[in-house]
């Protein structure tokens, strides 16, 4: 048996659920894979929480911030570099906090500071590695650690473990993917006759969409993945700026519903594709129509799908995974037990 | 650069594609993955290709096994174990012989020599482990060695990885397939109005059905694949008998077009299933009818899909995946670079 130590950063539903799910799962994983995650710090901006006995996090409680002091393992001033140096190398990083898609932060720091630490990192939150892709898969190869992001990448959606490893050895000639769950329900609610503002409320009402919810129908999050998911199995090293960016808030009040009677979908497609000059690639995210024989013609509602296209292998087609909390938790555990499982 | 010697077993239509796309793809494999792929013999029942220089091997001629012998690099009466023994450790055999369900041979002879001498297998050939599927797994695992085997599971399909690696952590429910690309095609050709014996023809006529199609029609085919994918990710130890199997041929002649008419589709599905008793599963392959909700409905013709349904992460379907013999090589390729790659 192996056991890991966990530092969790981010205190939010999708931290929660990973320490709900790691309780649930620590004897399956342990049977299964020898494996035991013992989640010794919860690092917050102004403490952590910190215990030499491994923490069990419950639920969200109503004032989550408020009751972290009342916490018996609350250490008020204590900094996420005053548990990676001293506990050695080979623990995990498991960063969640919010993404800011511009900035990186906080979760760029925590990244970095954790691999320089000689820990690997598993990160369900976009923003670090949006900002600083190259600057941290350099850092993290030089320093021989691990740094995976599938909860960064539409979740439980298998992307990237799709791409790097069932495709290893493939060339990627294109890719194509529904990577927001947001913009498809609204698009797929659109083609049953609601207008985009009927569409966006019930999406918001069934707590799909967010009170703001520019990100997902502004095109951003997907292009956030996209770009992520480029640079991780092209190599590239794109920026939000080199996405072409449309969303789906200007489209015509019946565009989708006309297409949909015409036997078309409409689809928020996140594509990246071979350049016409045959150098480089380039990466768009804006409504397409597509014909029934499109792989993605079928994804409708909240689901996300992704087809990768290769030389040697064909076409292949991902759809489904679970986009809630748990769904984000599981996947974190995934990319964790796959960095640290024996080779198969 | 890592050199790894590889022995390959068989002299068919997969291994000289594999052979073909080794060469292609050399020089990108070196630098993506730092590995050299080598094959130093090819092995058959009555002696061996074999240089001390990488082997080079062709298209199929018109008479393969009379040109063999030809063959400057032909070592009559050379025998599997004069090949590993003096390599040492860390090689990988590449099997290619056609599958025997019952037996598992010659395979499964060449894949214990591979082991107990401490190489890593890769297979695309089914024989073996549907007959020994327990015993190659406990002598692999004991030596320390890599027994892969995605291109006997469906090929360029990715099913095993996507359960072991991308659903790591949680616990699989159910999985239901499409895995067998011909009976599917002919099914489709069926709902079109086809009869059962003019789309066999036709799959014939494309070189999509063997001139015996018992095994494709039959449902063994698909059988064996789904046992070996059970067998492999919900940790059983099932064999050929255990499978309850119906092909396509006993349907009524218009089934699949009344099935169409009515908005539903056919399909030869092969299940795993939890028992009713809660204890143990169930696997099964028969004709079944499936709405169009159901995330396999749209897989026609030669495509195959499969559907995982999970505890955590919800349903992950994949669907696509070239059948022909470069998507097997390719298949091939991918778990020999998985065997030998740096950990990312």
Redesign the interface.
């Known amino acids: 048996m192996r056991t890991v130590p966990i530092a969790l950063t981010g205190f939010g539903n999708v931290s929660r659920a990973f320490s709900t799910?790691l309780g649930e799962?620590r004897a399956?994983?342990e049977r299964?894979?020898g494996l035991r995650f013992e989640i010794m710090a919860v690092v917050m901006a102004d403490g952590c929480l910190f215990s030499n006995e491994p923490l069990e996090i419950g639920p969200a409680p109503e004032k989550a911030s408020r009751q972290i002091e009342k916490d018996p393992a609350w250490r008020p001033g204590m900094r996420i570099s005053d548990i990676f140096k001293p506990a050695g190398r080979g623990g995990c990083l498991v960063e969640c906090t919010p993404s800011d898609l511009k900035t990186g932060e906080p979760g760029l720091s925590y990244i970095v500071i954790a691999l320089e630490s000689g820990w690997n990192v598993v990160t369900a939150s976009k923003g670090a590695l949006v900002a600083a892709f190259r600057k941290l898969k350099t850092l993290a190869a030089g320093q021989g650690m691990?740094l995976k992001f599938?909860g960064a990448t539409a979740a439980?959606?298998?992307t990237l473990?799709?791409a790097?490893?069932?495709?290893?050895?493939?060339?990627i000639e294109g890719i194509q993917g529904i990577l927001n769950g947001t913009s498809n329900y609204i698009l797929t609610k659109m083609a049953e006759g609601l207008s985009y503002r009927q569409a966006l409320q019930e999406a918001q009402g069934w707590g799909i969409a967010e009170p703001d919810p520019s990100d997902d129908v502004g095109g951003w999050d997907s292009a956030a993945k996209l770009l992520l998911i480029a640079n991780a199995c092209l190599d590239t090293d794109f920026g939000l700026s080199d996405v072409r960016v449309s969303g789906i808030t200007g489209l015509p009040a019946d565009y989708a519903a006309k297409a949909a009677a015409a036997g078309k979908s409409v689809k928020l497609l996140a594509s990246a594709f071979p350049k016409k000059s045959g150098r480089g690639w380039g990466l768009e995210v804006g409504p397409s129509l597509l014909d029934d024989s499109h792989?993605l013609?079928?994804v409708n509602g909240t689901e996300k799908g992704i087809?990768f296209i290769?030389d040697?292998?064909?076409?292949?087609?991902?759809?489904?995974?679970?986009?809630n909390p748990?769904?984000a938790?599981?996947?974190l555990?995934?990319d964790?037990?796959?960095?640290y499982?024996d080779?198969?």
């Not at 790097?164 to 060339?171: F, I, K, M, Q, T």
């Not at 040697?312 to 986009?323: A, C, I, N, Y």
């Not at 964790?336 to 960095?339: A, E, G, P």
């Open positions: 799910l799962k399956g994983v299964r894979y691990s599938s439980a959606l298998p473990d799709v790097l490893v069932s495709l290893a050895g493939a060339d792989p013609f079928h087809t290769t040697t292998m064909g076409s292949v087609t991902l759809t489904g995974g679970r986009s748990r769904g938790a599981a996947t555990l995934k964790l037990i796959n960095i499982r080779p198969f």
